[in-house]
């Protein structure tokens, strides 16, 4: 199991940037940011492949990058116009191969974005 380690979480006023990172004991396939609002589900935010190819949640496109560095097995989430809709908890997964069901995760890191 691969440890993943977050950090970056913090409180930002609206329309404000925050930098997610994470740095996983091994490498993986997918790397992907999770988050999850309180009484809602755990959604999806963007994910990237070993290749650099990247897909993002409708909600966060043109506004949230996705990157990873292989060597360093890193992979951060640059968040640009935050909203109060984006606080929540983000968690770090890592899947090994496409095959893949259920990620590794981290222990995630709160986002609070004030109006």
């Known amino acids: 199991q691969v440890q993943l380690v977050e950090s970056g979480g913090g409180l930002v006023q609206a329309g404000g940037s925050l930098r997610l990172s994470c740095t996983a004991s091994e490498s993986r396939f997918s790397m992907e940011w999770y988050r999850q609002a309180p009484g809602k589900q755990r959604e999806l935010v963007a994910r990237?492949?070993?290749?650099?190819?990247?897909t993002y949640a409708d909600s966060v496109k043109g506004r949230f990058t996705i990157t990873r560095d292989n060597a360093k097995r890193t992979v951060d989430l640059e968040m640009n116009s935050l909203k109060p809709e984006d606080t929540a908890v983000y968690y770090c997964?890592?899947?090994?191969?496409?095959?893949?069901?259920?990620?590794?995760w981290g222990q995630g890191t709160q986002v609070t974005v004030s109006s």
């Open positions: 997964a890592a899947r090994r191969s496409i095959l893949t069901s259920v990620p590794d």
């Open positions: 990237i492949i070993i290749s650099g190819t990247a």
